[in-house]
């Protein structure tokens, strides 16, 4: 791309971040649209509601050309933004640009002077529940296309889905994407690390997760009355947990949620390694004197991507310290995650969890796996030539420094969706999470600049795009 037109680019979304994106990022912070699965009652509440309307607002208004912004609501599922913008040039397949607007729940632990609900600028940074998972989302991808019409560049067509249940699992997406299946068209492309250069994310984990409950009475009695007598409930779900995981080393003793890693993403985790190094470990706010599980850097990216790990995520029946007395309790439930390779099959691994941990339960104590929709992982197809070649491009250009692949540990299953429906797309799939951005935890922060530079990459990308060769088609026979 010549350099007035990445200038032009670079000039135009930046000060679209600075005057209109980050207001709106603001504003959408200040409200608590948790997703569904922490926020039963979310229709009632209304704030997803809002949170739609902030963001189709803002779309609405910018000055694109053949642009349309439509929200999709069918009856029991949370809203969709559905938009369109008309291809500048000669091609006739689509760029897909994914993104989601509902959050995480508060979570304690957050610092002095910061409120999930509230956001705050320090430097570089913006914080605020659902700043940077996914809330500028919308924002960036509609500023990537506009910019590139402001410079004068082609592109194909392109449609953006903006979702509301991805931190439940994406339940109604797959409902959307059958009723828009006439509408989205012939996919080539979906868009969907350190803040020194662009990730392309080449994988993602699977999700098994449910609520064990283990029942040892009909209700709670005294403890010098109970204990030695019946069996605690904690100490038969922990004992249930020793089923699936060792607790000296952490690995999972299931065998049908291993798979056989692809040698491609050996080879991928061992050049990320010597990117990363320490900081696979050190950007996360490890306690005083903690060590990772493992010393070499290489095998905990393979621990996070294609290697299953469990954590329990919650718990009730527990009370608090300060209520906590002499009572033998009647019942433990603790949230079970179980992060599964990207190629397992999650939906055989859940049935394979529930028997493991209900099969004769120690004592005849009442056990309950009640287990969640499984969430299926999903492994990148090869880059075509075109796409690696734009990436590193786009890397230089706006970073200084080369792209790197790496898997990523979470789960959208919304791609695993996007591969069988195209098999035959190519897949960009990148964000602003970085050192300590923790989208999930306390203290969650957008990387300003990082977005910025995200922004034009995108932009890059999808002009680079329209002047690609299809080569998923076989070349044409020229004439003798």
Not at 30 to 50: C, T, V
Not at 312 to 338: C, E
Not at 403 to 416: D, K, L, T, V, Y
Request: net charge positive.
């Amino acid at each position: 791309m010549p350099t007035a037109q990445s200038h032009d680019l670079r000039s135009f979304i930046e000060h679209t971040w600075d005057t209109s994106i980050l207001p709106a990022l603001c504003e959408y912070i200040r409200i608590p649209n948790k997703s569904p699965l922490f926020d039963p009652q979310w229709r009632e509440h209304g704030h997803m509601q809002r949170a739609v309307a902030l963001v189709e607002g803002w779309c609405r208004a910018r000055p694109i050309e053949g642009l349309a912004v439509e929200v999709l609501h069918l009856p029991e599922r949370t809203p969709l933004i559905f938009m369109e913008v008309a291809g500048s040039g000669a091609r006739r397949d689509t760029v897909l640009l994914y993104g989601h607007l509902d959050k995480q729940p508060e979570l304690g632990g957050w610092k002095e002077g910061l409120d999930p609900w509230q956001p705050v600028r320090e430097g570089d940074r913006l914080y605020g529940r659902g700043s940077a998972d996914d809330g500028y989302a919308a924002f960036a991808s509609l500023t990537a296309i506009e910019a590139l019409q402001r410079a004068g560049l082609p592109h194909a067509r392109c449609v953006i889905l903006i979702e509301a249940g991805e931190e439940s699992g994406s339940p109604d997406l797959a409902a959307y994407l059958e009723q828009l299946a006439g509408r989205i068209g012939d996919v080539s492309l979906v868009v969907c690390g350190d803040y020194e250069r662009l990730w392309n994310t080449t994988s993602l984990r699977g999700l098994v997760t449910g609520n064990l409950i283990v029942s040892v009475l009909n209700e709670g009695v005294h403890s010098g009355d109970g204990s030695g007598v019946v069996a605690s409930s904690f100490r038969i779900a922990r004992a249930l947990l020793s089923r699936l995981e060792s607790e000296r080393t952490g690995k999972v003793k299931l065998r049908e949620l291993h798979v056989k890693i692809p040698k491609n993403r050996l080879r991928e985790a061992t050049a990320t390694a010597r990117v990363l190094g320490r900081r696979v470990y050190s950007s996360l706010p490890l306690a005083a004197r903690m060590k990772p599980v493992h010393s070499k850097p290489r095998e905990l990216l393979l621990n996070r991507t294609f290697r299953p790990a469990l954590s329990v995520t919650g718990a009730a029946g527990l009370p608090s310290l300060q209520d906590a007395g002499n009572v033998l309790r009647a019942s433990t439930a603790l949230k079970l995650s179980l992060r599964v390779p990207p190629t397992c099959d999650a939906a055989r691994a859940t049935r394979k969890v529930k028997a493991t941990l209900e099969r004769n339960p120690p004592y005849g104590a009442t056990v309950r796996f009640e287990a969640e929709d499984p969430g299926p992982g999903w492994n990148a197809p090869p880059l075509p030539a075109w796409l690696a070649a734009a990436l590193d491009r786009a890397s230089l250009d706006c970073f200084g420094k080369k792209p790197c692949a790496i898997g990523e540990g979470g789960s959208i299953p919304f791609m695993g969706m996007l591969g069988e429906k195209f098999p035959k797309a190519s897949f960009f799939i990148t964000g602003v999470l970085g050192p300590h951005s923790n989208a999930h935890g306390p203290n969650e922060f957008l990387h300003v600049p990082t977005a910025k530079r995200l922004t034009e990459c995108v932009s890059h990308i999808i002009a680079a795009h329209h002047t690609s060769v299809d080569e998923t088609c076989p070349p044409k026979r020229r004439r003798r």
